[in-house]
């Protein structure tokens, strides 16, 4: 009794451990993305949060309103899809989340300052 046991326990650790080895995959938000540079780490520009937004998965950065947030890429929109910019957070007060980048949607924010233009087009990974 006790060997079946085991095996039982042994097959369910199994098959819940196959959807981390095979890993999860998420859909695209885009094909591509604006930078100023080639490896979009030069920031573009400076925004403000107008509204809160809480992240839906870990590819995503929660904003809290009035919040000043980094933007390194913008993606290109494609149907169907909405328009997300990539970016950090800034600020004393966000010290714990301050160099997490992560996505968030553009009309959410308002642009305070542009740093440079973001005119290089570089294919998303």
Known sequence: MTRRVYLVVLL???GLMCP???GIFMDKLASKKLCADDNCVYTISLARAEEDYNAPDCRFINVKK???IYVYSKLVKEKGSGE???GSVYGEQYEDHMGTVGYFPSSLVSEQHVYQEANKTVPTT
Do not use: E
């Open 84 to 86: 997300f910019w990539a």
């Open 12 to 14: 369910l650790c199994l």
């Open 20 to 22: 981390l080895l095979n």
């Open 66 to 68: 009035g919040q000043l």
